[in-house]
């Protein structure tokens, strides 16, 4: 099966997702069908990086749309919505996908360049440490001070690699399959290894537990919420955790079997195909579902 045949199934599992996600009424079953998408796209994705022909300007494609897509999720959430005309189950927009994959490209690039000891690897790798460090406390204080749409926009301009669609989760599975895409059972291994990690994490409630038994004190809890806040768990249960109807990550051991029949071929290419048409469903579904 051919990279485009891959990103063909993940754009269609996509939309159903996002049909379920952003328009009311909808069965929850196709958001389960949606478990596949992101990590298709992801696989394709890390399987391009060393394909690319431009580096740079692969890098700046990325750039470009996760700039403009954090723009239009920005205009979205601080969008001025008439109490009488809102109907829907939705107001904030975080589905970057472009900047979800730049934020992994670049640490991607990093890793490597720490492994095979290039020139200023150190500099390099401190720099980036620091650069994590620094936006992780900037989009705090702009979550905290001003709104978390302004903290997802600056998050995603900045490359942060906590800040964005799927958290750290995604980001941690990305690598998984890029350093292990040319060998399939260990990719097949280290992608279910994050997976279900995950998902036993979420569904044994065990940070909420740990969180139970702290003390009371203020900045602990604070420190707390805030590390595994921006790693993507939640730290306050509302309502238990169920594998079918709210925590259903684990799905995505259904795109495995399709890694597998990948023959690493492209297909016929439609680069720009899929850059357009993932802000332009995006928004339509969710100014739709506003106001339906």
């Known amino acids: 099966m051919s990279s485009n045949a891959l990103k063909k199934i993940a754009l269609i599992a996509m939309v159903l997702d996002h049909i379920a996600l952003f328009l009311p009424g909808m069965p929850l079953y196709l958001r389960w069908i949606g ?5 298709l796209f992801l696989f394709v994705f890390v399987h391009s990086i060393d394909n690319t022909k431009d580096r740079k300007a692969f890098a700046g494609r990325l750039y470009i749309f996760n700039a403009l897509m954090a723009f239009l999720d920005l205009a979205y959430n601080i969008m001025p919505i008439p109490s009488d005309r809102y109907y829907g189950i939705f107001v904030r927009l975080d589905t970057n996908i472009f900047g979800t994959f730049f934020a992994l490209y670049v640490l991607i690039l990093v890793i490597k360049k720490t492994i095979a000891r290039s020139v200023h690897w150190k500099k390099i790798l401190a720099a980036y440490i620091f650069w994590q460090a620094a936006t992780v406390v900037f989009c705090t204080f702009v979550s905290i001070q001003l709104d978390d749409a302004y903290c997802l ?116 290419p439609h ?22």
């Not at 478990?35 to 990590?39: A, D, F, Q, V």
């Not at 799905?251 to 990948?262: E, G, H, W």
């Open 153 to 268: 926009f600056f998050a995603a301009i900045s490359g942060n690699i906590f800040f964005n669609e799927g958290r750290f989760f995604v980001i941690a599975l990305g690598i998984a399959l890029y350093f292990s895409k040319n060998q399939k059972w260990k990719c097949a291994s280290w992608y279910s290894a994050v997976v279900l990690g995950n998902s036993i994490i979420i569904l044994s409630q065990i940070i909420p537990r740990i969180y139970m038994h702290l003390s009371s004190n203020l900045l602990a809890d604070f420190i707390y919420c805030r590390i595994f806040g921006t790693l993507g768990y939640d730290v306050l249960r509302f309502e238990p955790p169920n594998f079918l109807t709210n925590e259903f990550e684990w799905m995505a051991m259904s795109a495995l079997p399709l890694f597998l029949l990948y023959d690493g071929s492209k297909g016929r």
């Open 35 to 39: 478990r596949i998408s992101m990590p």
């Open 271 to 292: 680069k720009y195909f899929y850059y357009v048409f993932y802000p332009c469903h995006i928004m339509a579904f969710a100014l739709l579902g506003q106001f339906l």
